[in-house]
């Protein structure tokens, strides 16, 4: 990890919302936690059945399409056990990644300029899968300064989770 890198200003403004990103995601597992008991249930609670239809709606969890919401409206059909189970994997590796990250293990980078044509719009960017496969010459965020720094702090929040689940491995993350 270049340490230039680490401790820039803009850096270590990113690094004081990684908490808010731990909050972020502890309230989305508590979502998809309802969903589950929606789906062993024989007759879920009304909050149950919600949490289901929404983390059918915003997981992209196989060839559904997300426009249809009428499909999503009852509590079964939606979305399977384990469809469920890769779900909550996720965000215990995403934990696990912001808490490395917030013990310095893993880096918030600026990221390198010129940006790879491949990466021209992007925000910011991670390796599809480092974290989870221990890649240490890949790993962590890299986030466009130009683009980023002005943003307001909920937006870089979302930024966080959004390539925190592609370091874990989700290559296109609707989260």
């Given at each position: 990890?270049?340490e ?136 962590g ?30 290559d296109?993350a609707?989260?």
């Open positions: 990890m270049p230039s890198k680490i401790f820039s200003p803009f850096i270590q403004k990113i690094q004081t919302l990684i908490p808010i990103a731990q909050t972020w995601r502890t309230a989305a597992e508590k979502v998809v936690e309802s969903a589950e008991r929606a789906l062993s249930s024989q007759n879920p609670n009304a909050d149950d059945r919600l949490a289901l239809s929404l983390v059918s709606i915003i997981f992209k969890t196989s060839n559904r399409s997300r426009s249809n919401v009428e499909n999503y409206n009852t509590a079964g059909g939606s979305i399977t056990f384990p469809e469920i189970t890769k779900i909550k994997k996720t965000f215990q590796d995403i934990r696990d990644f912001l808490n490395a990250v917030q013990s310095n293990n893993v880096g918030l980078y600026e990221a390198p300029t010129p940006l790879p044509p491949s990466l021209s719009e992007a925000l910011a960017y991670a390796n599809v899968g480092s974290w989870t496969t221990k890649d240490t010459n890949n790993d965020i890299y986030f466009v300064k130009s683009r980023v720094e002005n943003k307001a702090n909920d937006f870089i929040v979302d930024i966080i989770i959004h390539e925190s689940s592609h370091a874990v491995g989700i296109h609707l989260i």
